[in-house]
């Protein structure tokens, strides 16, 4: 089997190490074939980087919390101070 | 369906206020003394300033002085500003350093980020490395459910569970949105290791999620 010869080239606890190089586009372009060629063909490491974009995904909807009025003006008046010296 | 082809879900760019568009603008202004551009600033910056600082010192309180002093900093070094940066990252830059120097003499340790270099569970492979126990598919409703308003509250917490270099990484690319650029100059590291910290925090943050999930 072809699939299955591929999926041997790099290992699942491989592949799973070369997630973020690959999304941030530092793999080869030789080693980028080989780590497409193993999701291909691997359900769980598939899953895995869905989950890593799933996650990377839910981490940009982390609001801080909301700015404080007391907070804003104190550091207005820190500004006025800061103005007049 | 196969999730290939890098990027595409990261967030390449996130339309945060105050980008190169107006940073001129925003300096000119600051440099002028227009109050009104100081204000757009803190309403822009301050919360996440406060919230990054945490990665370093050990309260809230502290956090919250630390960015005040930032925003002295600020004030007083905007005539120098030279435009190599953006202004946000320069603002970060000053804010990860004072807050760096708060937190060691607070004298809270800095771990290293040594521990465990796999992100996932060796065990959870088999001894060609292999999963044996491979993850279980999140459904839309799965992720539809991570990113509800309650569950968001247990995410910064996982962040905050993260070793410090691992935390800061991924509340300024993940949470803040900066690019990795940005991030090696705030924090002054290598694009190499800004890449190593992300990978595990992001990991170690997935697997948190993973056990979340699992829960009764």
């Known amino acids: ?46 899953e895995y980087l869905r989950q890593i974009r799933a996650t990377i995904a839910i981490l940009g909807h982390v609001q801080p919390e909301d700015l404080a009025p007391e907070t ?3 550091l207005l008046e820190l500004y006025r101070q800061f103005r007049e010296e | ?33 227009d109050e009104s551009a100081f204000a757009e600033l803190v309403d822009a910056y301050h919360p996440s300033m406060v919230r990054f600082a945490q ?6 309180a502290v956090a919250e002085e630390v960015a005040q002093d930032t925003w002295l900093a600020v004030l007083k070094g905007i005539q120098d500003f030279q435009g190599r940066s953006s202004l946000k ?3 970060f830059r000053i804010l990860a350093n004072r807050a760096r120097s708060t937190g060691a003499r607070e004298q809270r340790t800095t771990p290293v980020d040594v521990e465990d270099a796999a992100t996932v569970d060796a065990r959870r492979f088999d001894a060609g490395g292999m999963w044996s126990d491979p993850p279980a598919h999140w ?21 905050s569970r993260l070793p410090e270099g691992q935390r800061a990484v991924v509340t300024l690319r993940d949470v803040d949105g900066l690019s990795s650029k940005e991030v090696c100059e705030v924090l002054g590291i290598s694009e190499a290791n800004q890449r190593v910290l992300l990978h595990r925090g992001r ?14």
Do not use: N
């Open chain 1, 1 to 46: 089997m072809k699939l299955s010869a591929l999926r041997r080239d790099i290992v699942c606890q491989q592949a799973v190490e070369l997630v973020t190089d690959y999304l941030e586009g530092r793999l080869s372009r030789h080693e980028t074939r080989r780590f497409e060629a193993h999701l291909r063909a691997c359900d769980g490491c598939d």
């Open chain 1, 72 to 74: 804003r003006q104190g």
């Open chain 2, 1 to 33: 369906m196969h999730s290939v082809g890098p990027g595409a879900s990261t967030r390449e760019v996130r339309a945060t206020y105050a980008s190169d568009v107006s940073d001129d603008d925003l300096v000119r202004r600051l440099r002028s003394g």
């Open chain 2, 55 to 60: 990665t370093f010192v050990p309260s809230r």
């Open chain 2, 89 to 91: 990252t320069w603002i």
């Open chain 2, 139 to 159: 459904s839309d409703e799965v992720v539809e459910r991570l990113s509800a308003g309650y569950f968001l509250e247990k995410v910064q917490a996982a962040i």
């Open chain 2, 203 to 216: 990991g170690r943050v997935r697997a948190i999620f993973e056990d979340e999930l699992a829960r009764p």
